[in-house]
């Protein structure tokens, strides 16, 4: 009889404790199903990222909310090719994001469902999670105004934006919750019963990190397997000299460097007068005006055009803008107005630095069927 | 002499315009005077073991229930309706006897036309003598920036700036002047607002205890700044807008308060 009270008082003690703690803690706890099959335990696959080699690459941050799992990034892929995420069901991520292209379209400014025409150029997407490895007090992390502080945010621009996906965060739950094969896949990647757009936004980033490019000419030859030639290895001295190119402040250092990137927020002198101010729009410093994220120059030869507004079709004339026709007054960079006149390139300097910059072509990176549903 | 009588005129003057006004701060004086001498343990939120909390929300226009879609008139003599507000309260934080505060790390979507988000329940309070009650009206810069969120925060509650990647902490929708649409919406870490409320006005201690905070809808445009609706922002969408910082500061000193008539 004791026995008895004592139970029901522990059961009655444990039941509120089990419910609440469910309830606060937003963790993945192992799910059993409600016959208590324990085959269905869920228990994801840690995903194993493998770096290229050549360069000592950064390691992706340590992640413990949103931590990589093979569940997780084949369903990130699936819905990153998947029209459901748009209102009118026709556009999908990889619609403005194309792997042939390097993720990126090769439109001046995208579509939306109806036609709608942005005013910014569609982005690359590789190497993203070294945004992530700015200092924390640095939230300016993507988009070429730097206006989202990370990839799970990120993922509600395009799908919220009424001339992108244009798409009522509802109705797409309830498309996935009706799927015959969706409540599955997050049901095995994060243990969840019901789909909400927190694991969509979750799944898609894992995807999102995964995409990694380090294997171009450029990584065999630091690896001593491949050869540069001469104007190839002329144009790599035009990259890094600061009498020459001086591309490698914001570009990366070419020995430590292997983004091609620092990921940060500069104004590289494109107007004199500026009709878009990038980041200024979020900060509202004027320092900031004309401040976009600086791009990655791997895969140039996939990506054009090229800038935020996609004014350059081809790299000859990106080069020629570095080198007679960057305003080098007002808001722009120091180390763009420390050539007032210009950077004096010969005809075989540009053709060097362009030979350079396609050895960063990875076409690995394109055609790896792994980042693809096909 | 004549110094002399001239200051008794003088105190006398004084004494007959001041007396009534010392005696209504006294009168005042008293209600605080009062509080202070029994501050004593036991005043104020008192738990014996790990209790639960129960914050009511109430909506005012100044003594009267805010009625949505009912005329009113602010300071600046803005004729204003509100069809919807909508706010976070999240970290609420007791003030223990010791000074410290105890954060209990809640995020609370309010909605006037949600009745069932007007009573929060906040659970595992550990024993102590609670004398002050503190909680941020919007979401702290680690939550706001930790991607996207279930529940009270998910993005389908549609207080979130989906282009910055922003939490909207407050808005209040409705018409002002002759049926002029205004959308004030507070946001970005910076206007993170912080309220306080004293507690040693009431004395509780029970398992379960449970107040209310009345929100005055009209202080937020009236105390201490004037929010003239005729001059200032009527449309507010974005962190950098400049009048920003005169409606969180009245969030933050004058709009709720300790609602004693439960």
New interface residues.
């Given amino acids: 009889m004791i026995r008895k009270i004592v139970t029901v008082f522990f059961i009655g003690l444990i039941i509120p404790i089990v419910i609440s703690s469910c309830r606060r803690d937003e963790q993945i706890q192992p799910a059993t199903n409600n016959t208590g099959d324990t085959t269905q335990v869920f228990k994801p696959t840690p995903y194993s990222i493998e770096y290229p080699k050549g360069y000592l690459w950064p390691r992706l941050l340590a992640n413990t909310t949103n931590p990589l799992t093979n569940e997780g990034v084949e369903l990130g892929k699936k819905l990153f090719y998947d029209a459901i995420l748009s209102a009118s069901n026709t556009i999908s991520c990889a619609t403005c994001h194309k792997q042939e292209y390097a993720f990126t379209d090769n439109r001046r400014f995208s579509l939306g469902p109806n036609g709608e025409v942005g005013t910014r150029n569609s982005m690359p997407l590789f190497n993203l999670y070294g945004s992530e490895l700015l200092p924390n007090s640095n939230t300016h992390r993507f988009m070429w105004d730097g206006s989202q502080p990370g990839l799970e945010t990120q993922v509600l621009a395009p799908i919220m934006n009424p001339i992108e996906m244009n798409q009522s965060l509802a109705e797409l739950e309830r498309e996935l919750r009706a799927h015959p094969i969706y409540p599955t896949l997050f049901k095995k990647a994060f243990g969840i019963d019901s789909i909400t757009i927190k694991y969509v936004a979750m799944a898609i980033s894992q995807f999102e990190r995964i995409l990694i490019s380090g294997q171009s000419k450029f990584d065999l030859y630091k690896q001593g397997l491949a050869q540069l030639n001469e104007s190839e290895t002329r144009g790599m001295l035009v990259f890094g000299s600061e009498e020459k190119g001086d591309c490698f402040h914001c570009h990366g250092d070419i020995h430590f460097n292997p983004f091609f990137t620092n990921y940060r927020m500069h104004n590289n002198g494109l107007d004199s007068v500026i009709k878009d101010s990038g980041l200024f729009i979020m900060t509202g410093n004027p320092a900031d005006i004309g401040k976009f994220k600086t791009p990655s120059l791997r895969n140039l030869s996939f990506t054009a055009p090229y800038m935020h507004d996609g004014r350059f079709n081809t790299l000859e004339q990106v080069v020629e803008f570095y080198n007679s026709g960057v305003y080098r007054k007002g808001y722009t960079d120091e180390f763009m107005r420390k050539h007032p006149e210009g950077l004096k390139l010969t005809e075989q300097d540009k053709a060097d630095l362009i030979a350079f910059l396609k050895t960063l072509d990875d076409y690995n990176f394109i055609n790896n069927p792994k980042l693809n549903v096909r | 002499m004549r110094i002399t009588n001239f200051s008794k005129k003088l105190i006398l003057i004084l004494g007959i315009l001041f007396f009534p006004a010392l005696l209504m701060l006294s009168c005042n004086d008293e209600g605080s005077e009062v509080k202070k001498e029994t501050n004593y343990d036991g005043q104020g939120l008192n738990y014996n073991t790990t209790g639960n909390l129960i914050i009511n929300i109430i909506h005012l226009f100044n003594e009267n229930n805010l009625t949505r879609g009912n005329k009113y008139v602010t300071d600046a003599l803005d004729t204003i309706s509100v069809n919807s507000l909508k706010y976070y309260v999240s970290n609420v934080q007791l003030k223990k006897s010791n000074g410290e505060w105890t954060n209990l790390k809640t995020y609370n979507l309010i909605d006037i036309e949600d009745p069932a988000s007007l009573s929060n329940t906040i659970?595992?309070i550990p024993a102590e003598n609670y004398t002050k009650l503190k909680f941020n009206v919007g979401i702290d810069s680690a939550m706001n920036?930790?991607?996207?969120?279930?529940g009270d925060l998910?993005?389908?509650n549609d207080m979130?700036w989906?282009?910055?990647?922003d939490f909207i902490f407050f808005r209040i929708k409705g018409n002002y002047s002759t049926n002029k649409a205004m959308t004030l919406d507070i946001g970005g870490n910076q206007h993170l607002m912080t309220v306080e409320v004293d507690l040693t006005t009431i004395k509780q201690s029970n398992q379960t205890n449970s107040i209310t905070l009345a929100m005055n809808v009209a202080n937020i445009f009236n105390k201490p700044n004037k929010y003239d609706l005729k001059t200032m922002s009527t449309d507010i969408h974005t962190a950098?807008n400049a009048d920003l910082p005169k409606l969180t500061q009245n969030i933050n000193t004058s709009v709720f308060t300790l609602s004693l008539n439960k």
């Fill in positions: 659970s595992g920036r930790a991607g996207v969120q279930d998910s993005p389908l979130f989906s282009w910055t990647a950098n």
